[in-house]
């Protein structure tokens, strides 16, 4: 989910051009955006719970190492699947899954202490940048949106991976078993409509400070 990763780099630019404001936000925007933090943050957490105890059991096979292939390359999941919670039949389902990588399963390869490092360092990052940003004025509407969203999913797979060694998903879409989508939970959603929000600012404030551009040379005299 974090792919295109220079172009996100250039969107988070745009959030400094003088076209976006600057002025430190308020005392309540603060707290408004730490309160919903925390809302969505345990909203993401009881979801979790909630798979956990309607969508797993625990298994007799998992005897190694949380997360750590073995020597075949496969990794033994730590609880078992239970029968999914259908939704719309032959396309969206509950369905116990466990991430050992990251949104989607990218990195789930890795070595363990990798794994941890990148995760850890940054969502730490994320959460810091993120929040200072926030709080000194950086970006505007939509951004702003973003920042809760963000720093709830991060914390939300962070806490699962500091409790569990991994990260619980369970939200299944497919056809008809032919074609599945990555297995995600809500903290996965949280993240990408966040970025997603912070792509459509960036988007329009390059196309806002373009015209103000081209609106000055014109005004040059020849």
Known sequence: MWGGGAD???K???LESPAVTRTPRSRNALILCLAATAVLTAMDLGTKHWALDRLSQPSSFASGPVCQPDEHGRIDTQRAQR???VL???YLE???AENCGAA???MREMPAPVRKGVFYVAAGGAVLLLLWMFATGRGGTLFALSVPLIISGAIGNLVDRVRLGYVVDFVRFHLNDRWAYPTFNVADAWIT???ALI???GFTDGRREKRARAKSAAARPD
């Open 8 to 10: 996100l780099t250039h």
């Open 12 to 14: 988070i630019q745009l």
């Open 83 to 85: 029968s999914p919670v």
């Open 88 to 90: 719309i039949d032959g």
């Open 94 to 96: 509950f369905r116990y």
């Open 104 to 106: 989607f399963g990218f």
């Open 193 to 195: 409509i966040g970025v």
């Open 199 to 201: 792509l459509i600012e």
